[in-house]
């Protein structure tokens, strides 16, 4: 974990450094290079929202950004965001499915599994107006409709609670990561790339200021945001690597049965309901897990050499 925070820090404070330089290299005509401020809320797709956007589990996100205005259509930008994202079988836990050939399974109910993250995300934005911007002025284009692609790196750290205390989860290796016995599945990691995609609008409000919205999603090449990904593992495996943390949360479906003690040795089988190589995640739609962010934007136009005090 401590690694690949230090990566992430380390890849930030570089991308930090080029976007400097390329604003002070390429920013010295008048009114193409913009900074400025999202403030708005983030939410994710996974196995423990069903693959939907629950409204009760958006959370807070903030981003800053530099944005260069080099084409009338076409800008860069540089994002540094930061969102948290949940899940909850709870939320879904009335909800019937058929699984593993037993019909009216309440699937949610008894995987149990909730999660909570902090993301932090650095990336670069490539922008297509859909209106043509007078980089001179703006003033024959105070509204302005974009969409963007781009790529970044993010880091995430899912995480619960058990017995009222906070327990982070990738180092319990909840699906038997990087056990002996299942040398084929390595521990995932909390640095991954990500690929946003949106659409968003500004509009000028004076001189030197746009107000605006702007929303994406970020697919990403992990499918453990939620620290649910792949296959029960053996309880004795998890035992033997983790411990009872370990063994408890990678299963919750023992906290459905009211006769369940934890405190009781391992095993303790009778209390779980899943049985190793059954699926942990039911994702159909996407392979990887997505997230999102949006928000209201207000950004401010640096002027450059002579130009007039910035009206508002």
């Known amino acids: 974990m401590f ?8 890849i ?3 991308s930090i450094l080029i976007a400097l330089n390329l604003l002070l290299v390429s920013g010295l005509k008048s009114q193409n290079v913009e900074v400025g401020l999202m403030l708005g809320a983030s939410n994710y797709l996974g196995d423990l929202s069903n693959e939907t956007f629950l409204m009760k589990e958006t959370k807070f996100a903030a981003s800053i950004y ?7 259509r076409f800008s860069m930008k540089g994002f540094i965001g930061y969102g948290q994202i949940a899940g909850d ?15 009216d399974f309440k699937f949610n109910y008894y995987r149990n599994l909730n999660f909570y993250s902090d993301i932090y ?3 670069v934005h ?14 024959s284009r105070p509204f302005i409709p974009y969409v963007f692609g ?13 017995q009222g205390k906070e327990v982070e989860l990738q180092p319990l290796a909840t699906e038997g990561q990087g056990s002996t016995t299942y040398n084929d599945k390595p521990k995932y990691a909390l640095t991954s790339v990500c690929f946003p995609v949106g659409l968003g609008f500004r509009q000028k409000i004076g001189d030197d200021f ?10 990403t090449t992990t499918n453990y945001l939620d620290d649910v990904g792949g296959l029960y593992a053996s309880n004795s495996v998890v035992y033997g690597a983790t411990g009872r943390t370990g063994l408890f949360m990678s299963d919750r479906s023992w906290e459905r049965d009211p006769n369940a003690n934890p405190s009781n040795e391992f095993p303790m089988t009778e209390n779980f309901l899943f049985q190793e190589s059954q699926k942990r995640s039911d994702k159909q739609t996407f392979k990887n897990d997505v997230y999102f962010m949006a928000g209201i934007t207000i950004s401010y136009v640096i002027r450059f050499r002579g130009q007039g005090c910035p009206t508002f």
């Open 66 to 72: 530099g944005r260069y205005n080099f084409l009338p």
């Open 150 to 162: 781009g790529i970044g790196i993010f880091h995430f750290n899912p995480k619960s609670t058990f």
């Open 3 to 10: 690694f690949s925070i230090f990566a992430f820090m380390r």
């Open 210 to 219: 746009f107000v605006g919205f702007e929303a994406g999603l970020r697919f």
């Open 121 to 123: 995300e650095a990336s």
């Open 12 to 14: 930030l404070k570089s």
């Open 126 to 139: 490539a922008e297509y107006n859909l209106l043509k911007m007078d980089l001179n002025g703006y003033q």
């Open 89 to 103: 079988d709870n939320n879904f836990a009335a909800e019937t499915r058929s699984y593993a050939g037993v019909d």
